[in-house]
């Protein structure tokens, strides 16, 4: 099967297309002939050796497409449906893929757009998991007109939670159609957050991983109310958890998300579709960081 690899750590340009041997699930898990794989920060930064530092690599980690394969026990999908999911083997961005967390692709969506939320949706449901956030409480979402962050806004709002989010003025109004109060980040942002609530905020949730953890602790009250997904160093400097998969993945959320998808309350913009040949572009495109949405690799 052809799948994107690379073999020496840099740009864009080290990712190449190569013949892999097709894998087999294993118990519990399905293959799927891969229709479109998600793109994420995190695979230019496994390219960039940021992370993992073994070589060579397969890239990624959420996809979409037709079932071909059950793995033994498996009895809630049959090949030939549709579903979506996470992989555990950061190989999604191949012609077949092995999943052990999936969950049948809303009936609204193409497989582009399904292939957009695993990756988004679980780190987000993670996040707001790990703070408690529910029904009366009032959240800032620091970093909140990205993927993960537009992600966390709606989930909370469907859990009743007021959502406070930062975000430049040109996404401002983006963030009000999900039914965040937007703020403008950078220099007297806790000034800009108590106009709106005096006290502060219940909890705080850093995606962006933008130095704000001070600001977001004094909002929020003390460190323990704060989660980032993208500050490790200033986790560990101020007492703030940091959320990664690793530490137990929320993948109830593949199966809870249909629900709000089709009821018109939960929706995540794919920005730009590429063939997996292409994959070297959909790399520089999205680190170069202009699209709002997700990056998406379509499998003919």
């Known amino acids: 099967m052809k799948a994107a690899r690379f073999s020496r750590f840099g740009g864009p340009e080290v990712l190449e297309i190569v013949d892999l041997p097709a894998p087999r699930p294993g118990p519990g898990e399905v293959r799927i002939a891969v229709r479109a794989a998600g793109i994420n920060p995190s695979d230019w930064k496994k390219r960039q050796g940021l992370m993992d530092q073994e070589l060579p690599q397969t890239m990624g980690h959420e996809a979409a497409g037709v079932v071909d394969e059950l793995g033994a026990g498996v009895t809630d999908v049959a090949v030939g449906d549709r579903v979506f999911g996470l992989s555990a083997d950061g190989a999604t961005q191949a012609e077949l893929a092995v999943l ?3 969950a049948p692709i809303p009936p609204s969506l193409d497989f582009p757009g399904a292939a957009a939320l695993p990756a988004a949706v679980e780190t987000a449901t993670r996040a707001l998991d790990r703070l408690g ?3 009366g409480s009032t959240l800032l979402v620091s970093g909140a007109s990205g993927s993960v962050g537009s992600a966390a806004v709606q989930l909370a709002v469907a859990r009743g939670v007021r959502v406070i989010g930062t975000a430049s003025p040109a996404n401002h109004a983006y963030l009000r159609s999900l039914k965040a ?3 403008a980040y950078g220099e007297g942002l806790v000034e800009r957050v108590r106009a709106l609530t005096p ?3 219940d909890l705080a949730l850093d995606v962006a991983g933008s130095g704000i953890l001070p600001e977001l602790i004094d909002l929020a009250g003390a460190p323990e109310r704060v ?8 986790a560990r400097e101020y007492g703030v958890t940091f959320s990664r998969g690793d530490s137990g993945r929320a993948v109830h959320a593949l199966a809870e998300i249909g629900g709000l998808i089709e009821s018109g309350r939960f929706s995540l913009p794919v920005a730009k579709t590429f063939p997996l040949a292409a994959i070297a572009e959909a790399h520089r495109v999205g680190e170069d960081g202009r699209v709002r949405g997700k990056i998406v690799l379509v499998i003919e």
């Not at 989660?227 to 200033?234: E, P």
């Open 100 to 102: 052990p967390f999936y």
């Open 133 to 135: 956030a529910g029904s």
């Open 181 to 183: 109060e937007p703020v």
């Open 199 to 201: 006290d502060g905020v």
């Open 227 to 234: 989660v980032t997904l993208a500050d490790f160093a200033g």
